[in-house]
């Protein structure tokens, strides 16, 4: 029994990592396309880079991995069937139950992966990557300039009309400042500069404006117009660090939002937090049921059905991840429970997962005869209709 446990695994092994390292391999070339002009223009580019990227493993991770393993079961199934291998193994006694048992074993190891990718490792590789982008902005704060667009960093709103191509010269330019003693300070300009000449006293780059006004709004008095022809000012305040972590419920680890459940968090919602918990939990434990659907749908049928498995099992998936992020959204804003929201749907998908998976095992509606019965037989293609409803609906 040893060594076809050992064999099934070897089969879901190579199917699993190459989805892996090809999900991440994607996701992080698209995601390095986009952060190359922002931090191109900063000192160590390539390490800050790399940085980022890197604190966006576990978000992309905690993507890929239940599709990795459904994919690889999928496959590998898939495979055993076709070179009717399934069949040796139920000569030998060894039928899908007892096939599933390596693959179950493999499904909590990897739940609990899960479990330390989303519960911890994603929450601080996000607050990581957000401090990094916040440090990049601030050292080269014309890196995420785009002309004809608002640009907000911290307590300054940058528009401009044209930029030169190395981004150190711009046509038209605004700038909305605020103050420390909340004044507000707004410049106009036909022109302006990167000055490329030291810093000012407060450690933020300096912009020269040509041919423009400055309009100084205080909190209690009248405006204070200035039209000049040159005028430099500081872009930003100094750099007193990235904000403390936990501002967002995503930044939180599990201990921190099971703990948020029961204290109110700072500037979180309660609602924002259980449906974050209750996300993140029940994302884990779908894990556990992904076998239940996956030999099913790599093993029943004909070939032809078999061979479009993999398709109709990820539509399945789409459709369940879908249906959770609909119910979170609503969970988060305060329409419906997290119970109904989140944990129905995952009811609905573990029901039906199980349902097909004993149907495929056992074949528990077959008759006495041999036939199916029909009214057992619909039940299980009416949970998956559902869930594909579902996301034709949201």
């Not at 390539?46 to 940085?51: A, D, G, H, S």
């Not at 390596?102 to 609990?112: D, E, G």
């Not at 981004?167 to 909340?182: L, S």
């Not at 204290?263 to 993140?280: C, K, Y």
């Amino acid at each position: 029994m040893l060594t076809a446990d050992l064999y099934i695994l070897r089969r879901i092994f190579g199917p699993l990592l190459a989805t892996v390292l090809i999900a991440l391999l994607i996701l992080l070339l698209e995601r390095m396309l986009r952060l190359l002009d922002l931090a191109f223009n900063s000192s160590n580019a390539l390490t800050i880079l790399f940085k980022m990227l890197g604190n966006l493993v576990p978000h992309y991770m905690g993507m890929a991995l239940p599709v990795a393993f459904f994919v690889g079961i999928l496959v590998a199934f898939n495979r055993m069937s076709k070179d009717s291998e399934l069949d040796v193994f139920q000569a030998a006694g060894i039928g899908l139950a007892r096939a599933w048992r390596p693959v179950l074993l493999l499904a909590i190891v990897l739940s609990l992966l899960s479990f330390l990718v989303t519960g911890y490792l994603q929450p601080l590789g996000r607050y990581a990557y957000r401090s990094l982008v916040s440090f990049v902005t601030q050292s080269s704060i014309t890196a995420g300039l785009e002309a004809g667009a608002f640009v907000h960093v911290n307590d300054m709103t940058i528009l401009v009309s044209r930029m030169a191509g190395d981004r150190q010269q711009f046509e038209n330019i605004f700038i909305h400042k605020t103050e420390e003693d909340g004044a507000t300070v707004d410049f106009t300009a036909r022109g302006a500069a990167l000055a490329r000449v030291g810093q000012s006293d407060t450690g933020a780059p300096v912009i020269s404006l040509a041919d423009g006004i400055r309009v100084t709004t205080p909190q209690d008095g009248s405006p204070a117009v200035l039209t000049f022809e040159q005028l430099q000012t500081p872009l930003g305040r100094k750099d007193t660090g990235f904000r403390s972590r936990g501002d967002d419920e995503r930044e939180l680890t599990f201990d921190e939002l099971l703990s948020a459940l029961m204290t109110p968090w700072p500037g979180i919602s309660d609602d924002e937090v259980s449906a974050e918990f209750h996300g993140r939990l029940v994302r884990v434990l779908s894990v556990l049921f992904l076998p239940c659907l996956a030999i099913p749908l790599s093993i029943s049928g004909g070939r032809n059905r078999r061979s479009s498995g993999i398709a109709v099992g990820l539509i399945i998936l789409i459709a369940y991840n879908d249906l959770l992020q609909f119910g979170g959204t609503h969970t988060e804003l305060g329409n419906v429970s997290a119970s109904l929201g989140i944990w129905l749907p995952f009811g609905v998908f573990a029901a039906g997962s199980t349902i097909l998976f004993y149907r495929a095992s056992f074949r528990i509606w077959e008759d006495p005869l041999g036939r199916i019965n029909p009214g057992l037989d619909r039940l299980g293609g009416f949970v998956i209709a559902l869930l594909a409803r579902a996301r034709r609906s949201s």
